[in-house]
């Protein structure tokens, strides 16, 4: 799961460098599988939140013919820093996947209505394939905050593929709706992690999974403080 892909990375820390990135996909060097034909050892690279570097990074990857998941909040869309309607329908014409990442991108997607859930899903659907001329049934949770509710909100949405932030390995569903976890890349991620998690060795996975759960246990407690602290620590750093 990456990001930005940018030169300036400022305090995100999910963000990484155009050099880095390139690392990454050479120490992989193995060709993504797409949702409909994952199998046992297979990966997928993927891009949340729309941000301008969607284009060059969707360039990149159809230079080594690899097919790559970007995934729009669709209110995002033109905003500074994300791509316009010009470039989500490039991305796309280059063969990539385009999917939802909800309207708003809220913090706390879990903690919305099963009315809003469905809202979200169902309007940034609409959107993109009225913009993109054809039906879109995947879709990633944003802020990484799932729940079955969200889940099954997706399902009754129509999605068919429902990536999380949940760093697991073994793909699960839930009314009929794939659940697909990630590996999250984040700006110290070296090219040798990169392509040990790409190849599904175990220990970065789990190491991963140690940290999602003590982040989970401290969204809990902070509730709906915990993205604004963050945000404020790490415009500190």
Do not use: N
Request: aromatic share 8%; net charge positive.
């Amino acid at each position: 799961m990456y990001h930005d892909v940018v030169a300036d990375k400022g305090a995100d820390v999910y963000a990484i460098s155009p050099q880095r990135f390139r690392a990454h996909l050479d120490a992989i060097d193995r060709r993504p599988a797409t949702a409909d034909s994952l199998g046992s050892g297979d990966w997928m690279i993927t891009f949340d939140d729309g941000g301008e570097s969607a284009l060059p990074v969707g360039q990149e990857l159809a230079r080594r013919s690899w097919r790559g998941y970007f995934f729009i909040s669709t209110d995002a869309i033109g905003r500074p820093g994300f791509l316009d309607w010009d470039g989500v329908r490039a991305v796309a014409e280059l063969g990539h996947v385009i999917g939802s990442h909800s309207v708003s991108h809220p913090d706390r997607m879990a903690d919305l209505s099963p009315e809003q859930l469905l809202d979200e899903w169902q309007r940034s659907a609409a959107v993109l394939a009225e913009e993109l001329g054809g039906r879109v049934t995947t879709a990633s949770v944003p802020g990484g905050l799932y729940s079955d509710e969200v889940g099954r909100a997706a399902a009754a949405a129509g999605y068919t593929t429902l990536f999380t932030s949940l760093p697991s390995q073994r793909p699960g569903s839930i009314d009929g709706c794939r659940l697909i976890g990630r590996w999250a890349i984040r700006r110290d991620t070296s090219a040798a992690q990169a392509a040990a998690a790409a190849a599904g060795r175990p220990l970065p996975w789990a190491r991963q999974r140690a940290a999602w759960r003590l982040r989970g246990i401290v969204k809990t407690v902070a509730g709906r403080r915990y993205e604004s602290v963050r945000r404020t620590l790490l415009a500190r750093r």
